[in-house]
């Protein structure tokens, strides 16, 4: 059981790891697929070729993410025909995504029949959302017509870091309320309260909450309406500005943090606004989800941005003192896993690398063995 492999194909591209136990063996990731000039013509070519440059002597599985579970992926799976069915089934709902994890799907199992593939959704996390956070409120007919509720994404990234938030407090992960936030190209934050999703940022698809690298995240419908009406702008046009052409994007023609953080320093008015508006939007999540949780042990940054970019931890906390929220700047300014609070702080805030492919290696490790 030791041996698995993980494969997470995104819209284009395909990253791979090889773990021995807990050890990584290989590793690496396969981009711009489908492109002119880039890489292979599709994820399958992409995956074929990873397959065959791996040495898979006792493969116990295949751990492949898949973003969109809907209403009947609860947790990781066994893939069989009924389950990739279901999969494609979803596809409406994850069009970018679900097909090209089919893809990797596909080729696995045709390439490697006798090893079991597992499914990991990263929406699977947030099935312990209450009903009166995954709830909509429009027309429960029409909802229900048409699979409209909050999903909820970086599902199996809010699980991995905010176990091992616990392990880095020493504290039981079953005891404590933590605000997990993933901020990379794609954003969102997470309540989790004794190891369940609680809240989540991002809804019916990856669009709501944070402000992202291209998406807008929170926006009021009447923009989408005022669009169409007076500007005309077709369904796909306006998909295509708020999914691919808007957040930091749209706010200063970069989509990269660090861009912006550069160009803020040099003076750039449009980076300082792009800057206030990511942070503020953030310092919002975290005061809405602290009064939800009622207690906050930690919060927790990750992913690109959340790692990488102190200024945005340190503009994001400002000002929440008085909810025993504070950054220590030493800390702060370092490197690795952990605290960034100062000694004694009531809410522990931390800072941890994601890992979402060892996190789909061990769901995929407990899959099989439930099986077996």
């Known amino acids: 059981m030791s041996r698995v492999l993980v494969l997470n194909c995104g819209s284009s591209s395909v990253k791979y790891r090889l773990y021995d136990g807990e050890e990584v063996r290989d590793k690496g990731t ?8 880039g890489g292979p013509a599709d994820h399958e070519s992409a995956v074929r070729g990873i397959l065959a440059g791996l040495d898979l002597t006792g493969l116990a599985a295949v751990g492949h993410r898949v973003v969109h579970g809907g209403k009947k992926f609860e947790r990781p799976v066994l893939i069989d025909d009924a389950v990739l069915a279901a999969i494609r089934d979803l596809v409406p709902l994850a069009p970018l995504h679900n097909p090209p994890n089919l893809a990797g799907i596909a080729v696995a199992r045709e390439a490697l029949p006798d090893v079991p593939q597992v499914a990991v959704f990263d929406t699977a996390f947030h099935h312990t959302l209450p009903p009166s956070a995954s709830t909509y409120a429009i027309a429960r007919d029409t909802a ?76 009021d419908p009447t923009v989408i309406f005022h669009l169409r009406r007076e500007g ?45 508006v990511y942070c503020r939007r953030i310092t919002g999540y975290v005061g809405a989800y602290y009064a939800l949780l009622g207690r906050v ?71 099989v063995a439930e099986g077996a």
């Open 232 to 276: 005309g702008l077709s369904v796909d046009e306006i998909d295509d500005l708020l999914n691919h052409r808007s957040g930091l994007l749209g706010l200063t023609g970069a989509n990269d943090m660090r861009e912006v953080l550069a160009r803020r320093a040099d003076g750039d008015p449009a980076a300082a606004l792009a800057f206030d």
């Open 30 to 37: 396969v981009e711009r697929i489908g492109e002119p000039g």
């Open 144 to 219: 229900d017509r048409y699979g409209i509720r909050r999903y909820g994404f970086h599902g199996t990234s809010h699980a991995y870091v905010s176990r091992r938030t616990a392990d880095l407090l020493g504290r039981p992960y079953d005891a404590l309320n933590i605000i997990t936030l993933h901020l990379g190209n794609g954003a969102s934050a997470c309540a989790v309260s004794g190891g369940r999703s609680v809240a989540t940022s991002m809804g019916m698809s990856p669009l709501e909450g944070l402000v992202m690298g291209t998406r807008s995240g929170d926006l």
């Open 297 to 367: 042990d930690a919060i927790t940054f990750t992913a690109g941005v959340g790692e990488h970019a102190a200024p945005v931890r340190e503009a994001a906390l400002a000002g929440l003192d008085r909810l025993g929220i504070t950054v220590d700047p030493a800390r702060n300014a370092g490197d690795g896993d952990r605290l960034i609070s100062p000694d004694g702080a009531e809410v522990a805030v931390c800072v941890v690398a994601t890992d979402e492919e060892r996190e789909i290696a061990r769901a995929a490790r407990q899959v």
